[in-house]
C-alpha cells in the first residue's frame, strides 16, 4: 500500500445530508465489508458531524483534526452524490480547507527544493477511491454520452486533486440512474461495491504520469515525444 502499518486503514468520507439516503446505506455495507477484511476503517459523515465547509481563514483545530485523519489512512474514499457534475459544497469545502499548501501539496522537497506535487507530496502512499451516485443514465456519462467520459468528468477530482497530492487514484465507482431503486437493488449495488473493496488492495491505479523532468518541460506540458498524437486526460497516463 505504500507505507506499511501493523493492518491496513481507511478513512472513509461521506458527504450527503440525508441518513437514510442510497448514499448511507452504500457506505454502511462497503464499510462492514473493509471491516470483514481486517481494515481499521474511520467514517466521517461530513453532514453528520458539521463540518464547517466555508475557507475563511487557513487551519484551525478542525483542520488539524481531519488532516490526522488524513495521514493514519492507507486507503482515501470519497463518497457522495454527483450535483452539477461534481461534488456537494461540503466536500468540495472539506477538501478546500483540510487539503492545505504545505500538508497535502506544495511539500518541499528537502534533497532538491522543489515543491513535490502530481504523484509526490504530503498524502503519497495512499490510494484514493471516488464512490458516486448519479441521476444520469449509464449511457450519459461514457465516451460519446452527453456528460462526458467517467474519468473525464471527474478529472478535478482524479488527477486535480488525488494525484496532485501523491495518492494513486483509482478508477471511480460510478453508480447511475440511482432515482426511484428499491431496496433489492440497492442492496445489490451494496453487494457490487463490496466485492470491488474485497480487492482494493491490488487493485491497478489509474497510470497517471508524475510531474518529473522525464515526461513534463519547464512550462509543465508534456514532451512532444511523450503519448505523442493524444490530447486531454488520455495524454497523461502512461502508454497500456
Do not use: C
Amino acid at each position: 500500500m505504500g507505507h506499511e502499518r501493523e493492518s491496513a486503514h481507511a478513512l472513509w468520507v461521506s458527504a450527503h445530508p440525508r441518513s437514510d439516503s442510497l448514499t448511507a446505506r452504500l457506505r454502511d455495507i462497503g464499510v462492514a465489508r473493509l471491516r470483514e477484511d481486517g481494515w481499521g476503517v474511520d467514517v466521517a459523515d461530513l453532514y453528520a458531524e458539521r463540518f464547517d465547509p466555508v475557507l475563511v481563514d487557513e487551519g484551525g483545530a478542525d483542520v488539524r483534526a481531519e488532516q490526522r485523519r488524513l495521514l493514519a489512512a492507507d486507503l482515501v474514499v470519497l463518497q457522495f452524490p454527483l450535483w452539477w457534475y461534481g461534488p456537494p459544497a461540503m466536500l468540495k469545502g472539506w477538501i478546500d480547507r483540510v487539503f492545505e499548501r504545505g500538508f497535502a501539496y506544495d511539500v518541499p522537497d528537502p534533497a532538491t527544493g522543489r515543491n513535490r506535487k502530481y504523484g509526490d507530496g504530503g498524502l503519497v502512499g495512499r490510494r484514493a477511491l471516488a464512490v458516486v451516485t448519479a441521476g444520469d443514465r449509464a449511457g450519459s456519462i461514457a465516451p460519446r454520452g452527453i456528460s462526458g467520459d467517467v474519468e473525464d468528468l471527474f478529472w478535478p477530482l482524479l488527477h486535480g486533486t488525488f494525484w496532485y497530492t501523491g495518492m494513486e487514484a483509482l478508477a471511480p465507482h460510478l453508480i447511475t440512474d440511482v432515482h426511484g431503486i428499491d431496496e433489492k437493488e440497492a442492496d445489490r449495488l451494496g453487494h457490487v461495491l463490496a466485492d470491488r473493496l474485497g480487492a482494493i488492495r491490488t487493485e491497478a491505479p489509474i497510470p497517471y504520469l508524475p510531474m518529473t523532468d522525464e515526461f513534463y518541460d519547464h512550462s509543465i506540458a508534456l514532451h512532444p515525444h511523450v503519448t505523442a498524437g493524444l490530447t486531454g486526460g488520455a495524454a497523461h497516463r502512461r502508454p497500456s
